[in-house]
């Protein structure tokens, strides 16, 4: 980030574009050579559609997968409507039970809702204190009617980790379709969606430094999952999304995934020292604690609760200088906790005295000391301030 | 989770920043008395703690947990009360503070909690002032 800006600490929420991205993205939207719809059969619509192969193949090889698995959506959210959506409405033989967990994204958790609406059944798995949904509970959970199981690879809020390999050997045993949500993970942990027995995975290009606008939904070839279409108009994406593709957005999605991949080791190793670093320094702040388990997650996140302090004050004293997100809905009122802090046990209090904290490709060692000090005195202040007795009462 | 997406009024910026008279009493001459109320489940806890001399506010100041309008109300009344008498109604309600704060609706029930402990601890200073001076020997 530019210097004055606030230190960006949300890379959970979007990461910025990175520059590299940006560079090849611009080339691409003045190229005149590329302004042809790549559906088209004349020399600039195949100019443009070379690129997006060539991107569909960078998109591919950050999974593990084979390019003609890869449909292009607008982002993770879409992914995640056509995997689910798609995939129940197309299981038929009676298959109307879905698994899932209470910790999932709003878009798998609303996408599920529509599914009950629809006459569905749907198993509502509850995660462990430290936050992950054992395979034992998705074994109890399925049925002989199961159409779907779907379950994040890491968690938004707490970055804990699933066992998704050992829940993808469960359905490929039990012949129910897997779908992944891999929108935080893709990009920072290593993925292979054949070891991971994904018949579906979705995720997006702003998580890991490319554009908003763009995801893609892992299709396993062989054997094909089915899948019904959400939209339709066109049978771009072999039939499951239409809907002229963004060359540009494509484009960029597939550089990012490129970089992703090459750097992924290296990052990965960078940012969770980093992340340790600003767990060891926030520790003056205490008393204070870590919201669900440390290992497995991921690199990058770090949930932390003040006792005693209360979410929304914490936002506005740290406004300005450090963008980060906290564990309650602060303008309502009766600041709504997040809900998959309080499936992990939490008190609503304690939920919103939390704050995920998220660190990416830009984030510095220098920036996390000053985020630390910072979070640290806003805590002290705003402590300093409480009657007799709260951070006991609020924990 | 959610960023910061509430507004705040310049007011309630500069008293949240400050903060002041948070904390405690001063130490001083005259008598302490104080005004608590919590609602946990509202998102508020406000404490006021006040010095009396000569029927008049001396010195007052708050602690409390709460959002920033909570917070910043707090202080606006604490630093209101210095120096009015015992006996005078509290120039703030709920609704006057939230008006003077420009704060949302939805935070009118926090709002109610400081009013409540501001009444509070006008009625325990108009109580100290009814009871009569002991007999010098």
Known sequence: MSDGAPIYLDYAATAPLDPRVADVMSDCLRDPALQGNPASVHAPGRAAAVRVELARGQVARLIGAEPESIVFTSGATESVNLAILGAARAAGNGLRHVVTARTEHRAVLDAC?????????????????????????????????????????????????????????LCQERKVTFHVDAAQSAGKLPIDVDEMGAALLSFCAHKLGGPKGVGALYLKHRPRPALQPLQFGGGHERGLRAGSLAT??????GIACELARTGLATESARVRALCERLWSGLQAAAPLARNGAADPSLPGILNVRFPGVEGESLLLALDGRLATSSGSACSSATAEPSYVLRALGLSDLAAQASLRLSLGRETTEEEIDRAALLIAGCVHRLRAALPAGAIEAIA | MNESRASYSPLVRELFERLPHSGDLAPGPGSVVHGEAVALDRGAWVRFEARIVDRRLADCAFRAWGCPHTLAAAALVATRMHGQGVDSQAAFDARRLAAELDAPPEKLGRLLVVEDALFGMLARALALQLVPACPSP
Not at chain 1, 248 to 253: E, M, N, P, R
């Open chain 1, 113 to 169: 809702r529509q599914l009950e609406r629809e006459a569905f059944s749907v198993s509502w798995l509850a995660p462990a204190g430290g936050g992950s949904v054992d395979p034992g509970q998705v074994a109890r959970a399925l049925r002989p009617d199961t159409a779907l199981v779907s379950l994040m690879h890491a968690n938004n809020e707490t970055g804990v980790i699933h066992d998704i390999a050992a829940v993808g050997r």
């Open chain 1, 248 to 253: 540009h957005q494509i484009v960029g999605f």
